[in-house]
């Protein structure tokens, strides 16, 4: 039986109206449209994430730009721009009979449990019936301490909240390139990454006037929706059609990578490792010519097919042809395999690519050359559910440091005892979200470091500022706000988010009883509504991508 998959696509502003006179992209649009509507013909579900509600409402009031610094002015606009916004869609999904519902969120709609399981539970229904949810935040009430940020993260967040199987970030370039491709011609796409840790690629895109993102905020969105099992792909907004091609690319190399993997297991001799071939062809282990970023990470130069041939396999991706190309695999039979192509560059692009994995992994031999994109693969451990919900549905409101010791135990499934925190920072209260953030408690005169691991300055007690460069590891989704974390007492030495929780005492409870025993609660404070900082049950931790971790609780 064909699978049917749940597919989220990301639409940022310069996608939908141009930058300069506001006017809808009605091409890029319609095509879209066309698209999402085969894909459902298919069996498929799919929702639409869609910025463009300021952006239609300067058109709407012949304004030339985006105003600077005005909340309230940008409110009314994205009020103004909303409704015809989804008048617009609606109006080009009913040519096709395809109905669909509006779903507005800010961050404060899923913070509460019970309201993210409505949100949910919504979703589903929608799905069901056959509709095309279209997704915005609601920038007419939300601000800075309610928004998402940009919608690249509210994306990630509804990907993880129905359990897509793809999330597709629609952007004005093909990829993610190890360096600018406008400057420099020899860019190497990325087409595959299955580590992000190891991921080196130029994010120096800052994104369009009109919009709040960037390649930055995407890897961050990819992180996030890997995280929860969803393959994620960057790709160009202005060729919606490639989305099926590259569905069904990607659906082919996941059945051969299973495939393999079978394979390999039954027969997990070195000769076998050392003959296994990446899905363009090349050797995945480090051989001559392969870069190597890190101990588990090779980043190998895949082939690359020759350029009539990507072209005919596009020619089957416009609309007219997208539901014959998902129903039909025989379609696709006259096409040559990558390993029948010459190693021979693009006559018309002198671009090359990579393909980012971890060490020990079977990469596959699909049988088509797909459009140009960068697929995120998914971690192979999904955080979902509750677990999901603590760690990207609720803002944190502070910090709680703990030992290492405590971090092992709740590992293992203890909760967390006043015992082995540390020291706490912020100001919150009973029941509210808080960074978990492991640390050492060895004597150190000051240090300084970053809770999120965005790399950085600061100065803590005078002491001067001191460059930090955090793992790569905690670069984390969801919107973990970098921020310095204080020394008191020389008891930090350095700081590494690992997750989160809801917690049961406020930061000046907790201040109180820091490392001491669950029996001396009610002497310190005059009371004990629990033994546990914080429970088990309201605990999570954020999946270690690429490599060995907890993922989830």
């Not at 669909?100 to 069901?128: G, K, P």
Request: aromatic content about 4%.
């Amino acid at each position: 039986m064909k699978k049917h998959l749940t597919i989220v696509i990301k639409l940022g502003t310069s996608s939908i109206v141009d930058e300069r006179t506001h006017e809808p992209k009605i091409s890029i649009l319609s095509t879209i449209v066309e698209t999402t509507v085969a894909l459902r013909k298919d069996g498929h579900k799919v929702i639409i994430v869609s910025s463009g509600a300021i952006g239609v409402g300067l058109r709407r009031m012949d304004m030339e730009k985006r105003p600077k610094n005005n909340l309230p002015q940008n409110q009314a606009l994205a009020a103004i721009g909303q409704c015809r916004l989804m008048t617009l869609w609606d109006n080009l999904f009913t040519h096709l009979r395809q109905p669909v519902a509006q779903i507005l969120l800010t961050r404060n709609d899923i913070a509460d449990r019970t309201q993210y399981l409505n949100a949910q539970n919504t979703f589903f229904e929608l799905l069901s019936m056959g509709v095309i949810p279209i997704v915005n935040e609601n920038d007419t009430l939300a601000v800075t301490e309610i928004k998402f940020g940009d919608n690249d993260t509210l994306s990630a967040i509804t990907a993880g909240m129905v359990q897509a199987d793809y999330l597709f970030l629609m952007t004005d370039v093909d990829c993610l390139y190890e360096s600018n491709p406008r400057t420099n011609p020899d860019a190497r796409a990325i087409e595959v990454v299955e580590d992000i840790a190891a991921l080196e690629a130029d994010v120096s895109s800052p994104g369009s006037a009109l919009g709040t993102g960037g390649m930055s905020t995407k890897i961050v969105a990819a992180r996030l929706a890997t995280s929860a099992g969803v393959t994620t792909v960057i790709t160009r907004s202005s060729q919606p059609g490639n989305i099926s091609s590259i569905l069904r690319y990607a659906e082919t190399e996941k059945a051969a990578r299973a495939s393999a993997t079978s394979s390999k297991a039954a027969t997990p001799t070195a000769a076998t490792a050392m003959s296994t071939t990446n899905d363009q062809g090349t050797a995945a282990v480090p051989t001559n010519g392969t870069d190597t970023t890190s101990p588990n990470t090779a980043i190998s130069k895949p082939q690359r097919p020759l350029l009539a041939a990507r072209n005919s396999y596009n020619a089957l991706s416009s609309p007219s042809a997208l539901a014959y190309n998902l129903a039909t695999p025989s379609a696709f039979a006259s096409f040559p395999s990558p390993s029948t192509i010459p190693n021979t560059p693009s006559p018309n692009s002198t671009s090359t690519s990579t393909t980012i994995t971890s060490a020990g992994s079977t990469p596959t031999l699909p049988h088509l050359p797909p459009p140009l994109h960068t697929r995120f693969l998914p971690a192979p451990h999904a955080i979902r559910d509750r677990s999901f919900w603590l760690l990207h549905g609720i803002a944190p409101h502070g910090t709680v440091f703990i030992d290492p010791g405590a971090h092992r135990a709740l590992l293992d499934k203890a909760g967390l005892l006043p015992v082995g925190v540390v020291d706490v920072e912020g100001s919150f209260a009973q029941q509210e979200a808080v960074r978990l953030v492991v640390v050492s408690r060895g004597g150190v005169a000051a240090a300084t470091t970053l809770v999120g691991g965005a790399a950085g300055v600061g100065a803590v007690d005078g002491q001067p500022e001191t460059p930090v460069t955090p793992d790569a590891d905690v670069i984390l989704a969801g919107g973990a706000v970098p921020q310095r974390v204080p020394v008191v007492g020389g008891a930090v030495e350095a700081g590494k988010e690992v997750g989160r929780a809801v917690v049961n005492y406020s930061s000046n409870e907790i201040g109180r009883v820091k490392g001491l025993q669950s029996t001396e609660i009610s002497g310190v404070l005059g009371y004990a509504d629990s033994e546990y900082v914080a429970l088990r049950e309201n605990i999570a931790f954020f999946g270690r991508v690429g490599g060995t971790g907890t993922s989830g609780s």
